[in-house]
């Protein structure tokens, strides 16, 4: 989860005051962003679903035809002892098993099912140990300070990041400034909101960066309330076409 450095929403009796927050991210906190875009767009995107699909069929099929042959054969063998009553029985049985089979690998392909789970999972464990490895490489920094200011023409989000050692410091800031216009969706879970900014990255924001529940939907709603005034702002105009001249004259 995320530490919170500040937990007080700063606002002021003017509206147009900006509201801002301060808190820092932990690995955690960069792995629900991995699996939000996995619910909400990896898994929905026609790729995922060729792929996915496909190899259940392949392996499903593939699965069936193996535990049929392995019956048809097992039961042919006892066959050749112990002499049966129908000599279809072999075949009857390893094509049922496999149908079987089969049809199970189907279910599973419903959504949510329990192929789907069972890649969610393996899914799960891969973004985390990607951002392990990010963070080993030193590609993730861990912990670094956030602050997000809300403006009605766009946020900012302001990372800091300080190492000390023996002999050398670093210090490093970096400043982001997003358009409201450019930020597809903002969505809420159980635990962060998320800002997601068309081909530049998200913004990961945590519950527990506030010190209230309301004061955390405070910010989300106005977050909100700019980026939808920002839509209608910069929204083309239609124009009508003026109308025909239906004077008669003579």
Not at 99 to 106: E, P, Q, S
């Amino acid at each position: 989860m995320a530490s919170s450095i500040t937990n007080t929403l700063m606002t002021s009796s003017r509206m147009d005051y900006p509201l801002s927050v301060e808190y820092s991210l932990s690995l955690a906190d960069h792995h629900a962003l991995d699996m939000f875009r996995y619910d909400k767009i990896l898994r929905k995107s026609a790729r995922f679903r060729l792929k996915f699909y496909g190899q259940c069929l392949l392996e499903g099929g593939v699965g069936a035809a193996i535990i049929g042959l392995m019956l048809w054969g097992l039961f042919k063998a006892i066959g050749s002892v112990l002499p049966l009553i129908d000599p279809l029985v072999p075949l009857r049985l390893g094509c049922g098993t496999a149908l079987l089979y089969f049809l199970v690998i189907l279910l599973g392909m419903i959504p949510d099912s329990f192929l789907h789970r069972k890649a969610r999972k393996i899914n799960d464990k891969r973004f985390w140990q990607a951002r392990l490895a990010q963070l080993q490489a030193g590609l993730l920094r861990y912990p670094q300070c956030y602050r997000v200011v809300l403006t009605p023409e766009w946020f900012t989000e302001t990372v800091s990041y300080q190492e000390t050692n023996i002999a050398v410091a670093i210090i490093e800031r970096k400043e982001t400034r997003v358009w409201w216009t450019t930020v597809a969706r903002i969505d809420v879970t159980a635990e962060h909101a998320f800002f997601i900014v068309r081909d530049k990255g998200n913004l990961v924001l945590p519950r527990t960066a506030f010190a209230e529940e309301a004061t955390f939907l405070t910010f989300v709603d106005t977050a909100r309330a700019y980026r939808e005034a920002a839509l209608l702002k910069s929204a083309p105009k239609r124009h009508l076409p003026p109308s025909p001249n239906t004077g008669i004259t003579s």
